[in-house]
């Protein structure tokens, strides 16, 4: 099994900047791909960014040149850096790891989810 903790959300004002950071533990593997999803009230589920181990990462074009996605190895530990905020940021961030080389499929956990919110 393997625990996500997140932290890092709140309500920011457009054009302001957040980061959030998440936590992994648990029987993890060597080779794994640490990510953030984002789920707005009413959509489905979406990719922001994703790192792997070796430092390979994609980000969703929305988010290209404002967010900036990495992690510490050792720690477990992934970040997303989020400047220059949007409304349409506003959502549920989900953390993610894929216990697989990039690339690849394997077994996916998540974290319960951190809300943030952009305001106007």
């Known amino acids: 099994q393997v625990q996500l903790v997140e932290s890092g959300g709140g309500l920011v004002q457009a054009g302001g900047s957040l980061r959030l950071s998440c936590a992994a533990s648990?029987?993890?593997?060597?080779?794994?791909?640490m990510g953030w999803y984002r789920q707005a009230p009413g959509t489905e589920r979406e990719l922001v960014a994703r790192?792997?181990?070796?430092?390979?990462?994609n980000y969703a074009d929305s988010v290209k040149g404002r967010f900036t996605i990495s992690r510490d190895n050792a720690k477990n530990t992934v970040y997303l850096q989020m400047n220059f905020l949007k409304p349409e940021d506003t959502g549920v961030y989900y953390c993610?790891?894929?216990?697989?080389?990039?690339?690849?499929?394997?077994?996916?956990?998540w974290g319960k989810g951190t809300l943030v919110t952009v305001s106007s």
């Open positions: 790192i792997g181990t070796g430092g390979n990462s």
């Open positions: 993610n790891i894929r216990l697989s080389y990039w690339g690849a499929d394997g077994m996916d956990y």
């Open positions: 648990g029987s993890i593997s060597r080779f794994n791909v």
